[in-house]
């Protein structure tokens, strides 16, 4: 069975701090996808990243840097220097290579940034 | 970039109604569609999977005679909501898959929501 645990319900920081989000998954297969998903109050979803079961290089993008390690079965989510924009609920979510598209969500972090 | 439509956004029907909603992809075709439900502060949780030209195919326990899903065209899914109750009140998501010529798309893109109130 597929599973993805978000042990964080919710995370408050002030502006300027650095927050990392953790990711746990469970699987057995040896190709499956992760990704990261931001949902503003607005409710629409928006797409962060994907990795691949094969890929265990870190990724950067801008403020944004992940860390998937599958020693630990963990896809961690760090934003640097974080900002009120960046208020809102953010979902792990993981997908086997071999079922087109479903998706296994976390329950998610709610993440506050304070001014 | 690939654009998933919902309509409407916003709906607010009184129990025992049916209500419709729609999904579309804008500029692309989806072989592949998927219906998400979500209830406030919680996870996304599945509800089916809807394939062009086949019936739908329902997570457990969710009920196929209440919860109907077509998906008549490569662009278009509908979910239609049958003798809504108060408890199907929530935040329905879909998301479309591309089809490829020869091959399979692994990306997925989700459309902005209907939240649906019923009354």
């Known amino acids: 069975a597929q599973k993805v645990t978000q042990a964080q319900t919710e995370i408050s920081v002030v502006e300027k701090e650095d927050v990392t989000l953790d990711c746990v998954y469970e699987t057995r297969d040896t190709t499956y996808y992760l990704f990261w998903y931001k949902q503003p109050p607005s409710g629409e979803l928006v797409f962060l990243i994907r990795?691949?079961?094969?890929?265990?290089q870190n990724e950067i993008s801008g403020r944004y840097s992940w860390n998937f390690q599958k020693s630990t079965s963990s896809f961690n989510f760090t934003i640097t220097a974080s900002q009120v924009v960046d208020s809102a609920v953010y979902f792990c979510?993981?997908?086997?290579?071999?079922?087109?598209?479903?998706?296994?969500f976390g329950r998610g972090t709610q993440l506050t940034v304070w001014p | 970039g690939a654009v998933v439509s919902q309509h409407p956004s916003r709906v607010i029907c009184k129990s025992g109604t049916s209500v419709k909603i729609e999904c579309r992809s804008l500029d692309f075709q989806a072989t592949t569609m998927f219906w998400y439900r979500q209830f406030p502060k919680q996870s996304l949780m599945l509800m089916a999977t809807s394939n062009e030209g086949s019936k739908a195919t329902y997570e457990q326990g969710v009920e196929k005679d209440k919860f109907l899903i077509n998906h008549a065209s490569l662009t278009l899914s509908t979910l239609t909501v049958t003798s809504a109750h108060p408890e199907d009140s929530s935040f329905y998501i879909c998301?479309?898959?591309?089809?490829?010529?020869?091959?399979?798309?692994?990306?997925?893109?989700f459309g902005p929501g209907t939240r649906l109130t019923v009354t």
């Open positions: 979510a993981l997908s086997r290579g071999s079922t087109l598209g479903r998706l296994y």
């Open positions: 998301s479309a898959v591309p089809g490829l010529a020869g091959g399979v798309s692994y990306e997925q893109y």
């Open positions: 990795r691949n079961s094969f890929d265990e």
